[in-house]
């Protein structure tokens, strides 16, 4: 993050970038707040979301699953949309929990031919 010795400094350089804005960027920044936005903060490192616990467990997860599965390439077809799912269950993530809701209430309520 970047230091400035005066506040008045830092206020005139976070407007001047607020007004550098486009009208969309700007209406973004009012939607979270002016006071709350910081121009100035570092921006997230990326590898961390691929470092982090769950996803590795994940990926662990989805490598057993592909055994199980005989490694069938109709199933490692979907490996980026696997690998969101069990990323998201494993955080507890909704999207990823009613999905799994569906496929249980599916797999229980699907017509028999």
Known sequence: ???YPDEQEKQARK?????G???RGQ?????LGY????PFQEPKDPREVLRS???LRAGLLIQEFYQDHHDDERVRAHH???LDLCRGLLKGDVKANSLLEFCLWFDRNRPRD
């Open 80 to 82: 980026k949309d696997l």
């Open 27 to 31: 209406k973004q920044v009012l939607k």
């Open 53 to 55: 616990a769950s996803a």
């Open 35 to 38: 006071e709350n936005w910081d």
């Open 21 to 23: 804005m486009g009208k």
């Open 15 to 19: 407007k001047a970038i607020f007004d």
């Open 1 to 3: 993050m970047l230091e």
